[in-house]
């Protein structure tokens, strides 16, 4: 079963123009992770939000945690080509006792040069 | 080494063939965790080790699935007579411990069954 799902299940964007994700999830959480993966390859850790912090920026990310909405948001500005990739939001969930990260289905961003 | 390797990385199985995939961990993490991933859909976990211990394997979806880790460090999962429904991308994660921090992936193993 999936923890997480994102929304939108694929996206097309032009090279600048943001991007936005957004990760629902259904059971408590201590942190929710986003990962990155490159077609056939092994998904790279991009950020982890606490489940105290609200908002967080790496670079050209930007990841906002709503835990009343179960549900966080991945903004990549000024996106590039190197961005086309798949986006998944994973969370170790806390009622469950799994120590393993539960992922969702993903989107699938396409970004045209 | 520098990252989690995964080998083979291509492996095509006849149905009812047995296979086994490996996992080298980054060195000194602690856990190890197992993952399938179907086309197109995101990686469902299959299993968890902390060191040599399987404290978790209510991902393996059946008595076929075998995974282990003997000295805490390489692990091996095996396929006994693999099914079409076996194919997918296997993916090897590591930790250094601790339950809240990120993970490292392999680049994974892709099974197809023929």
């Known amino acids: 079963s999936q923890q997480g799902e994102e929304d939108p299940q694929a996206l097309s964007i032009q090279e600048g123009e943001n991007a936005t994700m957004n990760c629902s999830y259904k059971?408590?959480?201590?942190?929710l992770q986003w990962y990155r993966q490159n077609s056939g390859r092994g998904l790279v850790h991009l950020i982890l939000?606490?489940?105290?912090?609200r908002e967080k920026h790496s670079g050209r990310l930007r990841v906002t945690l709503d835990t009343s909405k179960k549900s966080s948001s991945l903004l990549i500005t000024a996106s590039r080509a190197a961005d086309t990739a798949s986006y998944f939001c994973?969370?170790?969930?806390?009622?469950?006792?799994?120590?393993?990260?539960?992922f969702g289905s993903g989107t699938r961003l396409q970004v045209q040069p | 080494g520098a990252g989690v390797s995964q080998s083979p990385r291509y492996k095509v199985a006849k149905r009812g063939q047995d296979v086994a995939l490996r996992c080298d961990p980054i060195?000194?993490?602690?856990?190890l965790f197992w993952y399938q991933q179907a086309l197109g859909q995101g990686p469902e976990f299959l299993t968890y080790?902390?060191?040599?211990?399987?404290?978790?394997k209510s991902g393996l979806p059946s008595d076929r699935f075998f995974a282990e880790r003997p000295e805490g460090s390489v692990s091996t999962l095996k396929i006994q007579r693999t099914q079409q429904e076996d194919s997918a991308v296997y993916l090897c994660a590591s930790r250094p411990g601790g339950e809240w921090t990120e993970a490292f992936f392999g680049q994974g193993t892709r099974l197809t069954v023929v």
């Open positions: 059971t408590s959480i201590n942190n």
């Open positions: 939000i606490r489940s105290n912090e």
């Open positions: 080790f902390q060191n040599e211990a399987q404290l978790d």
């Open positions: 994973a969370s170790p969930p806390m009622d469950t006792g799994r120590r393993a990260l539960t």
């Open positions: 060195s000194g993490h602690v856990s």
